[in-house]
């Protein structure tokens, strides 16, 4: 299958590139909910690293908003990615304090190497089809994207939503041959966005996060594809009790209420 043939070009990244690519999140309006943890104690500004599947850059950003404002003095710092680009620099000593990854098996590749504690499950995402708005290609279903003169966009089959692309065209049957194999469903979106394919399968919370810039299309398949959340805390996290605090978070009922109104769904 040709996709499974191009993917060997999707992920490269140096760990050097990533780790300057850091996004650091500032500091949002006090937070009312009793669902935060409590503030840090006094003694200086402190940062926890988080490192997150691409398509949670919405929704931890919120949370690291929240965070900051719980947590007087101390910084959230983000490298949202490709889970197996992200997985690779843990795995090669990239400082980070708590991983959220988009599959159980880019988790696994940390957890083997006796990096981080026993994940959590903490949401659940599926596929949709995502066309231009005004659907050039008339694109309709799943087996529109086999037809050659769609122009495709796919998620390199190593990350996990190309793993779940994957996974939804056999259910169904399908051969697709896509113009391009993406690092990532960020990435994969764009080229929808910018009119350079006619669809591309990214996951249902990358549509609603895009605000109408493309619409999305559910199709039957996308069940047999869905994909697991899991975050833990690094074994060797620089901020050990921030690490377990912010993921407390994500796993807290207001980690949930964010998450499931961006479109993910509970486990």
């Given at each position: 299958m040709v996709f499974r043939r191009l993917s060997r070009w999707a992920i490269a990244l140096p760990v050097a590139l990533a780790i300057a690519g850091l996004s650091g999140c500032g500091s949002g309006e006090p937070a009312t909910s009793a669902a935060s943890a409590p503030a840090s104690a006094a003694g200086g500004a402190k940062e926890?690293?988080?490192?997150?599947?691409?398509?949670?850059?919405?929704?931890?950003?919120?949370?690291?908003?929240?965070?900051?404002?719980?947590h007087p003095g101390t910084t959230v710092k983000f490298n949202f990615g490709s889970s197996a680009t992200l997985a690779q620099q843990i795995t090669q000593g990239a400082p980070a304090d708590v991983f959220a990854a988009a599959s159980p098996a880019t988790m696994k590749t940390v957890t083997d190497a006796s990096l981080a504690g026993a994940p959590t499950t903490f949401v659940r995402n599926k596929l949709q089809i995502a066309v231009p708005?005004?659907?050039?290609?008339?694109?309709d279903e799943l087996k529109d994207l086999a037809d050659p003169k769609v122009k495709v966009a796919l998620c390199a089959e190593q990350v996990p939503c190309g793993a779940a692309a994957v996974k939804a065209l056999e259910a169904a049957g399908l051969t697709v041959k896509p113009v391009t194999l993406e690092q990532d469903v960020k990435a994969t979106l764009t080229k929808v966005e910018l009119g350079?394919?006619?669809?591309?399968?990214?996951?249902?919370?990358?549509?609603?996060?895009?605000?109408?810039?493309?619409?999305?299309?559910?199709f039957p398949e996308a069940d047999k594809a869905i994909n697991d959340y899991p975050i833990a805390t690094l074994s060797k996290a620089p901020a050990g009790d921030l690490a377990k605090q912010f993921a407390d978070l994500v796993l807290s009922q207001q980690g949930k209420d964010v998450l499931i109104k961006a479109g993910f769904e509970a486990p």
């Open positions: 926890v690293t988080v490192f997150a599947a691409a398509s949670l850059t919405g929704t931890f950003t919120e949370l690291g908003k929240t965070f900051e404002a719980a708005k005004d659907n050039p290609a008339k694109v350079e394919v006619d669809a591309a399968l990214v996951y249902k919370t990358d549509v609603i996060a895009s605000a109408g810039k493309v619409q999305g299309i559910a």
